[in-house]
């Protein structure tokens, strides 16, 4: 018994060529203003420039192209195309510094307002609270200087803590 899989795999195999051939080949056949496709007497699709030279149906195949245009078009049309390149690099790394300046900021209020709160806790618990003079002396917060503090502790919060 003949198995012929391998000969129709081949054959499919080649098809596919010709035809991804024959796509890759459609710009430059576009170029040539006529376009011929036909049958070929292996049942393949052909396309050319040129009607076959021996006595098969060729069906001629309009092809649309765009107008060329002119240096002087061409030169405006890439110099646009150049400027709104530029603006638009101008604007994604505008974009990127705002994005990068706003995170920053954002980090910077959270550290604060952990700080913030840290000290209030501190104000807030520990019974006595100094601080440290210039002379390495500790000065000891009355009630009325402790009550100040823990209220500008509490701005602090509310100004960092809130945004």
Same mark, same amino acid.
């Given at each position: 018994m003949h198995n012929d899989k391998p000969n129709r795999q081949s054959e499919m195999k080649h098809l596919t060529l010709i035809f991804v051939m024959t796509l890759a080949a459609l710009p430059l056949l576009s170029q040539a203003g006529q376009v011929y496709k036909w049958v070929d007497e292996n049942g393949n699709t052909q396309f050319s420039q040129f009607p076959p030279e021996n006595e098969q149906k060729a069906e001629q195949i309009k092809?649309?192209?765009?107008? $060329?245009? *002119? $240096? @002087?078009?061409?030169?405006?049309?890439?110099? $646009?195309?150049? +400027?709104?390149?530029?603006?638009?690099?101008?604007?994604? *790394?505008?974009? *990127?510094?705002?994005?990068?300046?706003?995170?920053?900021?954002?980090?910077?209020?959270?550290?604060?307002?952990?700080?913030?709160? +840290?000290?209030?806790?501190?104000?807030?618990? *520990? @019974?006595?609270?100094?601080?440290?003079?210039?002379? @390495?002396?500790?000065?000891?917060?009355?009630?009325?200087?402790?009550? +100040?503090?823990?209220?500008?502790?509490r701005g602090q919060v509310t100004e960092f803590c809130s945004k």
């Open positions: 092809v649309k192209t765009q107008k $060329s245009m *002119n $240096s @002087g078009q061409s030169k405006e049309k890439l110099e $646009s195309m150049r +400027q709104k390149l530029l603006e638009s690099s101008v604007d994604r *790394n505008t974009e *990127n510094e705002e994005e990068k300046l706003d995170k920053e900021k954002a980090e910077l209020m959270a550290q604060n307002c952990d700080k913030a709160k +840290q000290r209030l806790r501190d104000l807030e618990n *520990n @019974g006595r609270i100094y601080k440290t003079l210039e002379n @390495g002396e500790r000065h000891w917060f009355d009630v009325k200087e402790r009550a +100040q503090a823990i209220k500008a502790a």
